[in-house]
C-alpha cells in the first residue's frame, strides 16, 4: 500500500524527494496509515525501476533525487482508486488484545487502561477536529475532510467503549455490555 501512498503524494503535489514525501506522510495519511520512514526511501527507486515514476538527480549541490510520476504511474493510481473492493482492514490493537485477557489480571489493571484509552481517544478526535478546521476546502481538502470525518467517528467509538469499560470496572461483579448501542444513538 505504501507504494500508492507514494503515487498519490506526487500526483497532487508534484514531483518530491524521499524527504518530502516524509513530511507529507506526516502532515496527511500518517495519522492513520502510518509507513516507516525507511520504507519512503525504497519505495520511490523501485517504483522508478517498474516505469511508475522517473527519477531526475540534481547534478550539483545535495545531488537531492525528485521523483516524478510517469503516464503508467498515473494509469496505476487511478486503477486502484477505481477498484470496488479494498482488502480488509488491518486491526492489530495492543489495548484490545490486553482487554481479551483482562480477566487474568487485577480489576485496577483494567480501570487504568480504560480510563488511559479513553482518553488516549479523546485526544485523538480533538486533533482530528483540529486538522479539520484547518483545512483548506479546495483541491484535496475534500478528500481529507471524508478521512477525518471517518476517524472522528471511529475515535468516538473507540472512546464511549473503554469509557463504558472503566465506568464498569470498579464493580467486579458487573460485566460491562461491549456493544453499548443505547449510547452511541444519540450521539
Not at 502532515?27 to 522508478?48: K, M, T
Request: glycine share 6%; hydrophobic share 35%; net charge negative.
Amino acid at each position: 500500500m505504501s507504494a500508492y501512498v507514494v503515487l498519490g503524494l506526487i500526483a497532487r503535489h508534484g514531483p518530491m524527494t524521499p524527504y518530502e514525501l516524509k513530511a507529507r506522510v506526516e502532515e496527511s495519511v500518517g495519522f492513520f496509515w502510518p509507513i516507516p520512514h525507511a520504507q519512503l526511501y525504497r519505495d520511490p527507486p523501485r517504483l522508478a525501476e517498474l516505469g511508475l515514476l522517473r527519477e531526475e538527480a540534481e547534478e550539483g549541490g545535495r545531488r537531492r533525487r525528485f521523483f516524478h510520476l510517469t503516464p503508467e504511474g498515473e494509469r496505476a493510481l487511478r486503477a486502484w482508486l477505481a477498484a470496488p473492493e479494498a482488502p480488509p482492514a488491518d486491526n492489530r490493537d495492543p489495548a484490545q488484545l490486553r482487554l481479551a485477557f483482562a480477566d487474568l489480571g487485577e480489576p485496577e489493571d483494567l480501570l487504568r487502561l480504560a480510563r488511559s484509552q479513553a482518553e488516549r481517544h479523546r485526544d485523538k478526535v480533538e486533533r482530528y477536529r483540529r486538522r479539520r478546521a484547518a483545512l483548506d476546502a479546495d483541491g484535496p481538502g475534500r478528500s481529507c475532510d471524508h478521512t477525518l470525518s471517518l476517524g472522528i467517528l471511529h475515535e468516538q467509538a473507540h472512546a464511549a467503549f473503554w469509557e463504558t469499560i472503566a465506568a464498569a470496572a470498579d464493580d467486579e461483579d458487573e460485566l460491562p455490555d461491549p456493544s453499548p448501542r443505547d449510547r452511541w444513538r444519540d450521539n
